[in-house]
């Protein structure tokens, strides 16, 4: 069974940039997270998505990221324009949304932003 | 509000060693309780988890137990290897709709 996917890896880019964040989730799991990892700290939620509902998007910086995900499948995470502390790993999960297992999420492996 | 703290590595142990990992929460109420294991190059896995007090979660030789006294969730290992070295999260949950809040992470390291 396939991972989460995740693309690019790396990407470095100059400030005031666009940038897009491509997340393709664990077949069957309705629920998907993006969070954002700090060097040296833990992941942070930015926004979780049930199917295509946006349920907490409360730590989403709204005037420069935007996500969406269409069909309940995909997700895509854009920064406009990106700021030097951006800079970050972004992290993209997925879990099943029901039973016991509604908060086991499973990890995509990240990418790596830099701006210049 | 609901925090995660754990010690602050890196930790460095040679092979066959003790480990332990410490790990104390604040959170309201009954939260879900997670390890992570991030190695390198490669996303977080869960290592283990444990969902009410005096609950045990083990897995891969790792254990850690829920307790709701000292508010703690401390990872152990009798015997580490060096395909142990990684990072480790410790996390919360407060419901199954809530979100996970991690810790920082501590990078442990392990000598041949």
């Known amino acids: 069974e396939a991972g989460v996917v995740q693309s690019p890896r790396y990407k470095i880019i100059e400030k005031k940039q666009p940038v897009a964040f491509w997340c393709n989730p664990i077949s069957g799991h309705n629920t998907l997270y993006w969070y954002l990892q700090n060097l040296g700290q833990g992941p942070e939620l930015l926004i979780r998505y049930e199917n295509e509902e946006a349920v907490d998007d409360s730590q989403l910086p709204k005037d420069r990221f935007s996500a969406e995900r269409l069909k309940g499948v995909d997700s895509t995470l854009k920064i406009q324009p990106a700021e030097l502390g951006d800079s970050a790993v972004y992290l993209c999960?997925?879990?099943?949304?029901?039973?016991?297992?509604?908060?086991?999420?499973?990890f995509g492996p990240g990418t790596r932003l830099t701006v210049l | 509000g609901n925090s995660v703290t754990q010690m602050e590595g890196p930790v460095t142990l040679s092979e066959e060693a003790f480990l332990t990992i410490n790990c104390t929460y604040t959170?309201?109420?009954?939260?879900?309780l997670f390890w992570y294991v991030q190695y390198p190059g490669e996303g977080l896995q869960l290592l283990l988890k444990a969902t009410k007090a005096d609950d045990k979660g083990s897995n891969k030789g790792f254990e850690a137990t829920y307790r709701k006294e000292t508010t703690s969730f401390h990872l152990e290992k009798g015997s580490v290897q060096v395909s142990d070295s990684a990072v480790y999260f410790c996390a919360l949950s407060r419901s199954r709709d809530d979100k996970i809040i991690f810790g920082k992470g501590t990078r442990l390291h392990i000598l041949p």
């Open positions: 959170a309201t109420g009954y939260p879900s």
């Open positions: 999960a997925s879990s099943l949304g029901r039973g016991e297992s509604y908060n086991e999420q499973f």
